[in-house]
């Protein structure tokens, strides 16, 4: 597994001092963003009394309801910069520490291309990507990046955004190159017309994949694994391996886990929510701020180990 950084040692180094000299401005950030909010109740409170005076009190809490929405909005917005550069810089040390590298912006990339390819992710109209992690774990390529997507959906004034996925993005290279492309992905996912059965074969990815039949009960219930190699398949896909990928799961209450065996990498999509947010204008969170995201990190990392494997000389 990867050796997990210790908070402390970090916030006894650079990492630290840096904190302790961001918190001059942190403070001044803080203080701006009361001022918002002081200012949106104050506008809330003038507008209500004006409106109720003139006998309008249905404006009056429309209004003031307005006012103090946007003070809030506009305090929370304030704030967004300098949270960006202190998770930036918390983060970015974590991935020093265990000898990787770390950018809070990111684009697309070719995991991601994988990801969408491969029906791993849910259609979507818009998208965003942060948090990427990358470098080599246990000798192998690594990268990790999360990503949100939304749909719009309705029209008119039922008009409105959905997020239909809010996770990690995670490749590994495998210890081998497959022969084969292998799919996991939830119970039911691909359902035959009409029949309601689940298909036999599908095209994913632009291959023609057959499903296979995993003799696990457990597995069976909540994962389809297709390929276009039975006999690989059920070698990567062993009774080791279907407990390790239910345990993740289990382990980030995550949902909707998916993982592709496809060339030299394993690529995994996960719904964990928001990670990574290590920010905070309070100096005195520092410390349960940056555990928690060496916590997140390292168990997406091991993740990615834990669900690698040795190198086989042949298949069983």
Known sequence: MIERPDADALLAGELGQWLIAQNAERAEVKRKAAHARRNGLI????????????????????????????????????????????????????????????????????????????????????????????????????????????????????????TVFEGQILSIGFNRRFNSTTLIEPDNARRRFFVGAEKEQATIGGLDLGRVDITNPLFEDRFTVWSDDQVEARYLIHPEYVERLLAVEKAFAGEDIRALFHGGDLLITLKTGNLFESGTLDAGEDRAMVQLAINQFTALADLAETLNEKARASFS
């Not at 507008?47 to 307005?66: E, H, N, Q």
């Not at 684009?107 to 390819?117: H, I, K, Y």
């Not at 470098?135 to 990268?143: C, K, N, S, Y």
């Open 43 to 162: 506008a809330a409170a003038v507008l209500f009394v004006a409106l109720a005076l003139a006998g309008r009190i249905d404006w009056g809490f429309k209004l003031a309801f307005g006012a103090g929405a946007l003070g809030f909005a506009w305090a929370e917005w304030s704030k967004r910069p300098m949270l960006a550069k202190l998770k930036g810089g918390i983060n970015g040390a974590i991935a020093r520490a265990i000898g990787l590298d770390y950018s809070a912006e990111c684009e697309a990339g070719q995991t991601f291309d994988q990801s969408c390819l491969f029906g791993m992710v849910p259609k979507f109209d818009k998208s965003n990507f942060s948090d990427l992690w990358w470098g080599l774990v246990a000798g192998q390529p690594f990268t990790l990046h999360e990503a949100r997507l939304t749909e719009t959906r309705g029209s008119g004034k039922n008009r409105h955004t959905v």
